[in-house]
């Protein structure tokens, strides 16, 4: 019985609308559309760590780009949890990210969106531990954030209208 059931999974699987989205490998639409995209400067630490992030997993291969990828970051501190001596005991850093997908050879904007997330830091006795750990933060927030740009900017390439270059 239970042979019967994954035997009508398996069969129904296909019907359900799933494909991969890398379909044909490093030659396929998406990739190929993910290393025509140039990144814009971004300002701060922050913006550092975005770039990075997003240039390595765009992996641009020396054409001529056709996609400008403009992003703003907005990253913030906040202290959550207080003691008694009014000291904060627990932070979170926000980060948020704005960005534009812009098509360089009309100008247009093609993708507007935006994408964030946060972490939790346990704020110590030393300074140092603390700091240390919101640089971590940071750098595994920019990681996650650059990841869900991509994979934004991957669906947009993969329903992109074929007349986009």
Do not use: F
Not at 122 to 147: G, H, K, R
Request: aromatic fraction near 4%.
């Amino acid at each position: 019985m239970k042979r019967l059931g994954i035997l009508l999974l398996a069969l129904a699987l296909p019907g359900c609308g799933l494909h991969p989205l890398y379909s044909g490998g490093s030659s396929g639409a998406v990739a190929t559309m993910l290393t025509r995209v140039e990144v814009a400067p971004i300002d701060g630490k922050a913006g550092w760590l975005m770039g990075n992030a997003l240039r390595d997993k765009l992996a641009a291969q020396g054409e001529t780009p056709l996609y400008r990828l403009e992003v703003r970051l907005d990253d913030k501190i906040i202290g959550l949890g207080v003691r008694r001596d009014d000291s904060v005991s627990r932070e979170r850093r926000t980060l948020r990210a704005r960005y534009q997908l812009v098509e360089l050879a009309h100008g247009t904007v093609v993708l507007d969106a935006s994408a964030g997330s946060d972490a939790g830091i346990d704020v110590v006795s030393s300074d140092y531990a603390t700091i240390a750990a919101e640089n971590t933060a940071l750098e595994n927030l920019s990681e996650i954030v650059a990841n869900q740009i991509i994979s934004r900017v991957a669906l947009y390439a993969e329903h992109a209208p074929a007349s986009e270059p």
